[in-house]
């Protein structure tokens, strides 16, 4: 068995933020839309990293898995990052300092992500492991660590394990291939700070048992 012990991850606050819907359309009002709530189905554990090194040095999982995960939470920042019209916009979520302008391919217009804060793995339903990327909310959007997918990553309590969503480190394909939105001044305030590199939609209070 893989040896096992606690490393200095990332130091997860102990709040649950609001959950997320995220619509299948880009519109910003879901009205009668299709959403997926990235918060809510079955609650892995999560193993959280700053760096490649880190995840590495900590024997959770395989020196392969790190390797794997981590291009993996590249790949996804790269394409599905939280996006957003003004930079203003991104650091009222993320904090002053932390988002960076990009640009979208074949000529799509620029915008503002947040930097990667890190990243993530969770077990799979075949029993393997899938990375993705984590970023940092400010306190007064909920705060904490959330995935690409817009996933809290929390505790639960009662194991003390961090954990996550499955789906929220792996979504379904229809929401992986969603278009893009990139998010207004408008739809950051009317969704308490949610968007990203799909259109998120605050979808009220979560109610499960874990914190981080």
Known sequence: MTMRK?????KLTTMLAGATALTLSGCDDPGGQA???PN???????FSYKTLEECKAANEV????????????????AKDAPKY???????????????VPRSQANGGGSFFTPLLAGFVIGQMLDG???????YRRDDRYGGGYYSTWGGHLGR???TGRTVISRESIDPPDAIRNAPPKVQTRTSVVSR?????GRSYAHSGSYKGGFGG
């Open 6 to 10: 606690r490393s200095n991850s990332l």
């Open 35 to 37: 959403s997926w709530d």
């Open 40 to 46: 809510k189905g079955e609650q892995v554990e999560a």
């Open 62 to 77: 395989s020196d392969a898995q790190c390797d794997t995960s981590y291009a993996a939470a590249q790949k996804d920042d």
């Open 85 to 99: 019209e003004a930079r203003a916009s991104c650091e009222d979520v993320y904090g002053v300092g932390n988002c």
């Open 128 to 134: 393997g492991y899938r990375g993705t990327g984590l």
């Open 156 to 158: 639960d309590y009662s």
């Open 192 to 196: 308490g700070g949610f968007g990203g």
